[in-house]
Nanobody, 115 residues
Framework: QVRLVESGGGLVQPGGSLRLSCAAS????????MNWYRQAPGKERELVAA???????NYADSVKGRFTISRDNAKNTVYLQMNSLKPEDTAVYYC?????????WGQGTQVTVSS
């Protein structure tokens, strides 16, 4: 059974930091690109950060220099370190595992940036 379980979300003040984790099971983690998406109220889901099986990373322009995605294949876990958070980062953050043929999603974790 495929599972992606996000954790680490919460309420943080502007300028603060959070670290999201996504624990994966039920598939060959190291063979999948891992992605973090987010969806704010009334907006479409958008890709925030991606890390390929090779370790190459990509980021949305809005988070470059502030967010860092990483993966630990030994722990089947992907992380999103979020620094210098802004109110516009408020959203539900989703973990995604993808190949050319399959795509799996977590249930999401809420991140709220507010004073």
């Amino acid at each position: 059974q495929v599972r992606l379980v996000e954790s680490g979300g919460g309420l943080v003040q502007p300028g603060g930091s959070l670290r999201l984790s996504c624990a994966a099971s039920g598939f060959s983690f190291s063979r999948y690109a891992m992605n973090w998406y987010r969806q704010a109220p009334g907006k479409e889901r958008e890709l925030v950060a991606a890390i390929r099986t090779t370790g190459i990373t990509n980021y949305a322009d809005s988070v470059k220099g502030r967010f860092t995605i990483s993966r630990d294949n030994a722990k089947n876990t992907v992380y999103l370190q979020m620094n210098s958070l802004k109110p516009e980062d408020t959203a539900v953050y989703y973990c995604n595992a993808a190949t050319d043929w399959f795509s799996y999603w977590g249930q999401g974790t809420q991140v709220t940036v507010s004073s």
